[in-house]
């Protein structure tokens, strides 16, 4: 990951967070990531020597049963910060095509968590192989997820994802150069 180009020195407990491409879109709703989603998990991600990582506390919202947060909202948060990992490292985006998540121990609402997705060192793999840990407090694995991704073109996709030519511009100059440009062409 490009460390000058990915991260928006605003800062977050002394880390830095890291800025995804998607944030060139002005009220994009990403269920996992995006600020604009008031019913998402509004994950923000930082560093972290092997990859990517998320920290995150889900409430009672999030549960299944009572006191346990919903196991597929662990997949969710894995695959966002995999598939945020792949966007940023490589700078291309792609689609989760397999996922498979482990629970070890079930997760509690209330507590604080973090999960690290890594890469593998090859980067002409195709499809792009993830993987992500969860950890509690203690720094112990409560789950763990591998995943494959499809790396797609914006321009293949733009009429599934109804992006605008604007948008569409912004985000592949975020994509190939790592720096957010807003859909008027001003850097952010």
């Not at 995006?34 to 990859?51: E, K, M, Y």
């Not at 920290?55 to 009672?60: D, E, M, N, T, V």
């Not at 998540?101 to 195709?126: Q, S, W």
């Amino acid at each position: 990951m490009d460390r000058d180009s990915a991260f928006d020195d605003t800062g977050h407990g002394g880390v830095d967070i890291v800025r995804v491409p998607w944030s060139v879109i002005p009220d994009y709703r990403c269920f996992g990531c995006s600020p604009h989603n008031t019913t998402g998990l509004r994950l923000r991600f930082t560093p972290h020597p092997d990859g990517l990582q998320a920290r995150f506390r889900l409430g009672r919202e999030f549960e299944s049963y009572p006191g346990v947060v919903h196991g597929g909202l662990i997949g969710v948060i894995c695959d966002e910060v995999m598939g945020n990992l792949i966007v940023l490292a490589r700078h291309h985006p792609a689609f989760t095509v397999t996922q498979r998540t482990r629970f070890l121990t079930p997760l509690l609402v209330g507590r604080e968590y973090h999960c690290v997705a890594t890469l593998p060192g090859d980067e002409g793999d195709r499809p792009i192989r993830a993987s992500a840990e969860i950890r509690d407090a203690d720094g112990l694995v409560c789950a763990g997820s591998t995943a494959a991704y499809q790396p797609f073109a914006l321009d293949d996709v733009r009429h599934q994802l109804t992006l605008g030519d604007d948008e569409v511009a912004a985000l592949s100059h975020a994509l190939s150069t790592g720096t957010a440009l807003a859909p008027n062409g001003v850097e952010s």
